[in-house]
């Protein structure tokens, strides 16, 4: 039978008996709402429940907990009211005032890896770590819209600046802190000329290095850099071996001289001396001198040579050594001689 056919069954869409599909329409919920909520049911009771859910959704939102790690930053009609310590504290509901939570304990961390180029024009490539940390809530959500990239921007600006005032030898030496630590402050006068509430905690270079495409003739240099080092250090310690030495010995020769030298002088000033006095004794008596040279000469002589006496019965003759490198000339001496000689002058 069609929907539209007359009848008295139950499928009558104009019976006005139909049944209530066993109790469990939306009228019945709203009548056990209303059964226990008063007798008399009515609007009053729907009015109580939306009553009841306000002041519930009142209470629940008029207070909130910081958590020791966080500070919270209250708004009172989407405009900055105040910044809430950890703890527990009260507050006007929402939509009056609601509180975003930032963590200012945490420390946030950034890694990039760039391509600068340096003073003397070489291309290096620079892997850096930054360490920051949140310590102005209010600054931090709503100084800057991106805080990430800001951060990000500012930490490349800051390592190009460093590295764009040093040579690839500088960067590439040991000098390595001296340039994190002044990318660390440029990075820090950057941020806080933004006014974004964020601390920098630690710049750290973990790889420094040209790029791949020469990184073999950057060896190479470092190489030979490292082979005139250890040339120099060489050159060095020898220098300071030899140097005390020759200096010594420089000094003994130099005492050596000066002590030859102060006995040529004075044997020369003996030498004069005795002239002098010898030149007044001859002046005084010139025979007695001569005679007295004259001895003094052959006791010289003949001291220093071997004698043979010939004890027969002959002339005595006196034989001087022969001729030697170390020995004056051969001389032959008779007695009678000697004794002419003796008597000349």
């Not at 709402?33 to 109580?48: C, Q």
């Not at 003739?217 to 040339?231: G, H, L, T, Y």
């Not at 002959?314 to 034989?319: A, D, E, F, L, S």
């Not at 001389?331 to 003796?342: H, I, L, Q, Y």
Request: contains cysteine.
């Amino acid at each position: 039978m069609a929907w539209n056919e007359p009848g008295n069954g139950p499928r009558d869409p104009w019976n006005s008996k139909r049944p209530s599909n066993n109790g469990n329409g939306l009228d019945d919920v709203f009548q056990r709402l209303r059964a226990r909520l008063g007798k008399h049911g009515g609007p009053g009771g729907i009015i109580t429940i939306v009553l009841a859910l306000v002041l519930a959704w009142l209470l629940l939102s008029s207070y909130t907990i910081v958590d020791a790690r966080q500070a919270g930053v209250v708004l009172r009609f989407g405009q900055y009211s105040r910044t809430l310590p950890p703890g527990f504290h009260f507050k006007l509901p929402q939509p009056v005032e609601t509180v975003t939570k930032v963590e200012t304990t945490r420390v946030r961390s950034l890694q990039d890896s760039v391509r600068m180029l340096t003073r003397d024009e070489n291309i290096i490539t620079i892997d850096f770590t930054v360490q920051y940390q949140v310590n102005d809530a209010r600054a931090y959500l709503f100084a800057v819209d991106d805080v990430e990239n800001t951060i990000a921007a500012a930490s490349e600006a800051a390592v190009r600046s460093v590295i764009g005032r040093n040579d690839m030898d500088t960067i590439l030496s040991g000098e390595g802190a001296a340039l994190v630590s002044e990318a660390g402050q440029a990075l820090q006068k950057t941020l806080d000329s933004y006014h974004c509430g964020l601390q920098v905690t630690a710049v750290s270079f973990q790889n420094v290095a040209p790029p791949a495409e020469v990184k073999d003739a950057f060896d190479d240099v470092n190489k030979a850099r490292e082979d005139k080092q250890s040339i120099e250090n060489n050159a060095l310690a020898y220098a300071n071996k030899v140097v005390p030495v020759a200096r010594g010995d420089a000094s003994r020769i130099a005492a050596e001289a000066a002590g030859y030298k102060a006995e040529r002088i004075a044997r020369a000033q003996g030498d004069a001396e005795r002239f002098s006095l010898l030149l007044k004794q001859y002046k005084a008596a010139p025979e007695v001198t001569r005679k007295r040279l004259w001895l003094e000469t052959m006791e010289q002589v003949m001291a220093g040579n071997r004698k043979v006496i010939d004890g027969s019965n002959g002339r005595t003759i006196i034989n001087l050594p022969p001729t030697t490198p170390a020995s004056p000339a051969a001389a032959t001496v008779t007695t009678d001689d000697a004794s002419d000689k003796g008597n000349q002058p």
